[in-house]
């Protein structure tokens, strides 16, 4: 039974950090890719970050580059985005996300709100 279960969410002051974490587990397969997605109110669902669990490649919207960091400890299955600088516009439910030979999996989601 696969688990992605997001924490670390909450309110916070514009210009301001947080982290968010992503536990994995249940997975039977190695998973290739882990993301970070955000959804805010009345918007498309965004592709914040994303990292190659094999190479540690990363990538971001260029809305976070410089801001975001999203990193891996394959050791305890979980997955971090360490969020600097915050803005309003930052505001959304965020999700992680994993793929694997036999699919893509989703949390259910953290709010965070930048206020």
């Known amino acids: 039974h696969v688990q992605l279960v997001e924490s670390g969410g909450g309110l916070v002051q514009p210009g301001g950090s947080l982290r968010l974490s992503c536990a994995a587990s249940?997975?039977?397969?190695?998973?290739?890719?882990m993301y970070w997605v955000r959804q805010a109110p009345g918007k498309e669902r965004e592709g914040v970050a994303r990292?190659?669990?094999?190479?540690?490649?990363?990538y971001y919207a260029d809305s976070v580059k410089g801001r975001f960091t999203i990193s891996q400890d394959n050791a305890k299955q979980t997955l971090y985005l360490q969020m600097n600088s915050l803005e309003t516009e930052d505001t959304a439910v965020y999700l992680c996300?994993?793929?694997?030979?036999?699919?893509?999996?989703w949390g259910q989601g953290t709010q965070v709100t930048v206020s």
């Open positions: 996300a994993a793929r694997c030979i036999f699919g893509s999996y």
């Open positions: 249940g997975f039977t397969a190695s998973r290739n890719w």
């Open positions: 990292i190659a669990t094999g190479s540690g490649n990363t």
